[in-house]
């Protein structure tokens, strides 16, 4: 293998690959008949946009259904496909259907792209994937299109129904109702409000842990589709109840509703933790219920998904992890299996990384920006964990700003650890082997 085969590992190629959809987004949101003023949108505005749809992330710096026309909808709703179940994944389907064989380095990048620790059965799985988004995203389609067409009409409807079942089970939060409102209009609506949720928590389990579910019973759930349904189903359940309990009183988010809309809105606020979907005002909540906000979309969805964030299964291990360490353990036990030390080591090195980054951009924002450093520290964990929801200042970024979240939402998306090995080169077998003599440091 020559030089240059060696330097463009999948790492390398996945960024790559996502830079080059990124400016293809952004030059055809930049075209005439992307807005409907015909003057096409700003780069910097353009890269944004597309920056922050191919990350599935949701933050707008403009009003996507008053700022763009159908094509530049339909841009951005490709945008939020290829980024939700990936480019490679595909490259793969394109492949399959021409018949071509899928070689053993295409093999390498869809394990890297789909997060898998072997590339056995990476190619069923990307099949998986292309199966389960289409039919699970024109299933919810279906649904709103039948609920929405008494108020929009058939045609609307169908349209509508496409980009929020797309956008939701991509867990992108791009809305047409009106940006600034998102999906408020649809508190009350329990049709909705239920087919969002739904999608958003499977587009947020992963395609893994998706295709473990399809062939139970016949197959037993493995150890890593028990942990994500449980960890997703706990981190849903505690985030509804603190959100029900500090705004159930406040007449600025829930207060006003009724009882059981109070509880519906609770819950999908918290699911939301991995998408920008809003149906109260998110500015308007407590600073207490904002903190728990940010510590849900920080821990995010989970490995191999279309949601962002650490990751449910990091955020256990880091857990374990600690526990073990009180306790003075020498193994990390799940479910009566010890995880591997690399495991572990992984984990604490996403969220060291994480916590490093999101202290960084929020560190440069209090430069560029005047907004109170509680509303910035909001914005960066929502761009790194792609989440999308804000508190209302991504349209008034500085340009300066704007970059810093653009590069936020890439790095969340593309992965910091896949950035990493992006940026550097791996160690070669025989000095990875080496060890020198140990000696101690004092800890704590």
């Not at 959809?21 to 030059?27: D, K, P, V, Y």
């Not at 807005?35 to 922050?52: E, I, N, R, Y």
């Not at 016949?218 to 890593?224: A, E, G, Q, R």
């Not at 959100?243 to 009183?249: A, D, G, N, S, Y």
Request: proline share 2%; glycine share 10%.
């Amino acid at each position: 293998m020559n030089r240059f085969g060696r330097l463009m590992t999948p790492s390398r190629i996945l960024v790559m690959g996502f830079i080059l959809f990124a400016i293809l987004g952004s030059t055809l949101l930049t075209l005439s008949i992307s807005t409907k003023d015909g003057g096409g949108l700003p780069l910097l505005d353009a890269v944004f946009t597309a920056t922050s749809a191919l990350s599935v992330t949701g933050l707008v710096v403009v009003d996507t259904a008053a700022t763009f026309t159908i094509f530049g909808q339909l841009v951005i709703l490709f945008l939020i496909q290829v980024g939700g179940i990936g480019f490679m994944t595909f490259a793969a389907m394109f492949a399959i259907m021409l018949g071509r064989r899928i070689t053993l380095r295409e093999r390498l990048l869809l394990k890297e792209a789909l997060n898998q620790v072997s590339t056995e059965g990476v190619v069923r799985l990307a099949k998986s994937v292309i199966s389960f988004s289409f039919i699970i995203e024109a299933v919810g389609c279906l649904i709103l299109t039948l609920r929405w067409a008494g108020d929009l009409g058939w045609g609307n409807a169908l349209y509508y129904g496409v980009f929020h079942a797309v956008s939701a089970f991509n867990n992108a939060g791009f809305a047409i109702f009106g940006q600034s409102s998102n999906l408020m209009s649809q508190v009350e609506d329990p049709v909705t409000n239920s087919v969002i949720m739904l999608m958003i928590i499977l587009g947020g389990l992963g395609f893994t842990v998706l295709a473990n579910l399809y062939t139970y019973p016949k197959k037993k759930l493995t150890l890593h589709s028990k942990t994500v349904m449980k960890v997703s189903g706990f981190l849903i359940v505690i985030g509804a109840g603190v959100i029900f309990l500090l705004e159930m009183t406040n007449p600025l988010t829930l207060g006003g509703l009724p009882a059981g809309t109070k509880v519906m809105a609770a819950f999908f606020q918290s699911v939301t933790r991995t998408c920008g979907f809003n149906t109260v005002d998110i500015a308007s909540m407590r600073d207490t219920t904002l903190l728990t906000m940010m510590v849900l979309m920080f821990i995010g969805a989970s490995p191999a998904s279309t949601g962002g964030g650490i990751k449910t299964t990091t955020f256990l291990a880091i857990v374990l992890s600690v526990l073990n360490t009180f306790q003075s353990h020498p193994h990390v036990v799940l479910g009566e299996r010890t995880l591997p030390k690399a495991d572990i080591q992984k984990a604490w090195a996403i969220t060291a990384l994480a916590i490093f980054m999101t202290f960084s951009m929020t560190s440069i924002l209090t430069i560029t920006e005047s907004a109170d450093v509680f509303v910035l520290l909001f914005e960066v964990i929502s761009a790194l964990a792609t989440v999308g929801l804000s508190l209302g200042i991504t349209p008034e970024l500085s340009a300066a700003g704007k970059v810093v979240i653009i590069v936020s939402m890439f790095m969340g998306r593309v992965g910091l650890l896949t950035l990493g090995f992006f940026l550097s080169q791996r160690a070669e077998k025989s000095a990875a082997d080496f060890k020198y003599p140990e000696e101690r440091i004092l800890i704590g």
